[in-house]
């Protein structure tokens, strides 16, 4: 089994994505442009690499 430990700076890149993703699901409710949305999700995409590189698993 593997635990994910993460530190504050961590955590916080966690929210990023977050926010990343209801941005680009907002702009989808609001009939965006797609490329903007596609820009956006991109960005997501990103964020989400940058915390792989982050994260530290550890077994147990």
């Known amino acids: ?3 994910f430990k993460a530190d504050k700076a961590t955590i916080k890149h966690m929210r990023d994505i977050e926010a990343s993703l ?9 009939e965006a442009d797609r490329q ?3 820009v956006e999700l991109q960005d997501t995409m990103r ?11 550890v077994d147990l």
């Open 1 to 3: 089994m593997a635990v």
């Open 36 to 38: 903007d949305v596609l």
């Open 22 to 30: 209801d941005h680009a699901m907002g702009l989808l409710d609001n």
């Open 47 to 57: 964020l989400i690499d940058e915390w792989q590189q982050r994260v530290k698993k």
